[in-house]
């Protein structure tokens, strides 16, 4: 025995994960689809769930998927996948498993109205690490509808945010304050208090109606 010591202790706040350099990017956006089912006042990245165009402009599965190995080349941390609405595209479970699988941190933006069975258990046995966030467009059905333009949508959100709280993914609710929603901040926010798998305080995202004013 030479007396070398082989650990050596540090302070936390001095560990550092690329000792020899700064990584070149930690944080990564990637908006999956200009597509939606819905139909928001207050979007812009909102093409027809069905629109050919832009679903011809998206990137491949294959394509994100080298992207994101890449990504993890350069030291990136966390991944946030929004669109559009990311859960309309059919190769969404095959992105987020190479994602996990690479280790990074996944954010899922989404109106929870597409959530399956089969993502929830999926989300539930490869948990993002980060947040599913979900937007919230109103208390009441005629106030949830008048934002989304799209009937059926409030059923929609309801039962995917159950599957969601029933399989204990984490979540976060997002409201959003919008003219038609201002009155039901309130019950809002006592709503989520008291929701059930709710992962953190709500968050808000203050938007404009001006697409329906065009």
Same mark, same amino acid.
């Given at each position: 025995?030479?007396?070398?010591?082989?650990?050596?202790?540090?302070?936390? @706040?001095? =560990? &550092? /994960?690329?000792?020899?350099?700064? !990584? #070149?990017?930690?944080?990564?956006?990637?908006?999956?689809?200009?597509?939606?089912?819905?139909?928001?006042?207050?979007?812009?990245?909102?093409?027809?769930?069905?629109?050919?165009?832009?679903?011809?402009?998206?990137?491949?599965?294959?394509?994100?998927?080298?992207?994101?190995?890449?990504?993890?080349?350069?030291?990136?941390?966390?991944?946030?996948?929004?669109?559009?609405?990311?859960?309309?595209?059919?190769?969404?479970?095959?992105?987020?498993?190479?994602?996990?699988?690479?280790?990074?941190?996944?954010?899922?933006?989404?109106?929870?109205?597409?959530?399956?069975? @089969?993502? =929830? &258990? /999926?989300?539930?046995?490869?948990? !993002? #690490?980060?947040?599913?966030?979900?937007?919230?467009?109103?208390?009441?059905?005629?106030?949830?509808?008048?934002?989304?333009?799209?009937?059926?949508?409030?059923?929609?959100?309801?039962?995917?945010?159950?599957?969601?709280?029933?399989?204990?993914?984490?979540?976060?609710?997002?409201?959003?304050?919008?003219?038609?929603?201002?009155?039901?901040?309130?019950?809002?926010?006592?709503?989520?208090?008291?929701?059930?798998?709710?992962?953190?305080?709500?968050?808000?995202?203050?938007?404009?109606?001006?697409?329906?004013?065009?």
């Amino acid at each position: 025995m030479t007396g070398k010591a082989h650990v050596k202790k540090i302070r936390s @706040g001095e =560990a &550092r /994960l690329w000792p020899s350099r700064r !990584p #070149l990017l930690t944080r990564l956006d990637i908006e999956l689809t200009e597509r939606c089912n819905n139909n928001c006042v207050h979007c812009s990245v909102n093409r027809p769930a069905g629109d050919y165009d832009a679903r011809e402009r998206e990137w491949g599965a294959e394509s994100w998927k080298k992207l994101l190995g890449e990504a993890a080349v350069l030291g990136c941390l966390v991944v946030r996948l929004t669109g559009g609405e990311p859960l309309l595209r059919g190769d969404f479970e095959e992105i987020y498993i190479q994602a996990r699988r690479l280790g990074l941190r996944v954010m899922i933006f989404t109106n929870a109205t597409l959530v399956t069975p @089969g993502l =929830a &258990r /999926l989300l539930k046995d490869m948990p !993002p #690490l980060e947040a599913v966030e979900v937007s919230v467009y109103g208390m009441k059905k005629e106030t949830y509808e008048a934002v989304t333009r799209t009937p059926g949508s409030f059923d929609a959100f309801h039962r995917g945010l159950r599957l969601l709280r029933n399989s204990g993914v984490p979540f976060i609710v997002k409201g959003a304050v919008l003219p038609a929603t201002r009155g039901e901040m309130d019950e809002f926010e006592a709503w989520a208090a008291g929701l059930p798998g709710a992962a953190g305080l709500p968050s808000y995202a203050q938007l404009f109606d001006l697409r329906s004013r065009r």
